[in-house]
């Protein structure tokens, strides 16, 4: 159930929502049963502690085991967790949300290869969805709140990360299309206190679209999620390794 507390956002959790009567139905659960557990993992997170949000006082030592599984090892817990998922919706032919779909069609895959592709393919959907729903889906710089413009960007590369990096949602941020290329392509980058870095490049530009897009935001701070705060340490590759100064 770590993976649906990662998927949804912590404020709209609640026994209507979809996704939770979906988990639900696939462990045999009330759905009040498993909203409660996310109101559970939410008392063990940092990040909502800082805002005042102290979900369930009721928390057990399986919880925490689970808690500190998925931050030490984020892709191999979650392809485990996707894929008992995935068997639980195939046994019972459930197919009621975004992630059933996903998760469904691999049944249809052929070779190593292409299994692979999809399991890489679902895993990241989770990424997406983990980081932009810390983000309450607005974008951290803008605050633009379309969802098909927001992309969930990783600071350091995929290419670049390990496997307990890849997945990480400390090593994403909710950004716009636009703040996103500019972000891969070292134009902007964002500072240990938050705060959004331009680089000389822009500066140099004399399109006034460029100047109000990008230079505007210069030392202003982003809007930090709310949970999953960006790893300083990725943070710190990103400027090292892309950010042009």
Not at 4 to 23: A, E, G
Not at 61 to 83: C, G, N, P, V, Y
Not at 174 to 195: E, P, Q
Not at 221 to 241: A, G, M, V, Y
Request: hydrophobic residues 35%; glycine residues 4%.
């Amino acid at each position: 159930m770590f993976n649906l507390y990662c998927r949804i956002p912590f404020n709209v959790s609640n026994r209507s929502h979809p996704d939770v009567q979906h988990v639900a139905r696939l462990i045999n659960r009330t759905p009040d049963a498993v909203n409660m557990k996310i109101g559970n993992f939410g008392s063990l997170d940092p990040e909502l502690g800082k805002r005042g949000i102290r979900g369930l006082a009721n928390a057990s030592h399986l919880d925490q085991a689970t808690w500190d599984e998925f931050h030490a090892d984020w892709s191999a817990r979650i392809d485990e967790s996707q894929k008992l998922i995935s068997q639980r919706e195939k046994a019972l032919g459930v197919r009621t949300s975004n992630h059933a779909n996903l998760a469904h069609a691999d049944t249809a895959l052929e070779g190593e290869d292409r299994v692979v592709s999809r399991r890489v393919r679902v895993n990241q959907h989770f990424f997406r969805q983990a980081v932009l729903s810390a983000y309450d889906y607005k974008c951290c710089i803008t605050g633009i709140d379309l969802k098909t413009v927001l992309i969930a960007s990783h600071i350091k590369s995929w290419k670049e990360s390990n496997n307990r990096e890849k997945l990480n949602p400390q090593n994403g941020l909710c950004l716009n299309a636009l703040h996103d290329r500019a972000f891969d392509r070292g134009l902007i980058a964002v500072n240990d206190d938050y705060t959004v870095a331009v680089s000389s490049l822009v500066s140099q530009s004399l399109s006034d679209a460029v100047r109000s897009m990008l230079l505007w935001y210069e030392s202003r701070e982003i809007k930090t999620p709310s949970r999953f705060l960006p790893c300083p340490e990725f943070l710190q590759w990103h400027r090292d390794n892309v950010f042009e100064q």
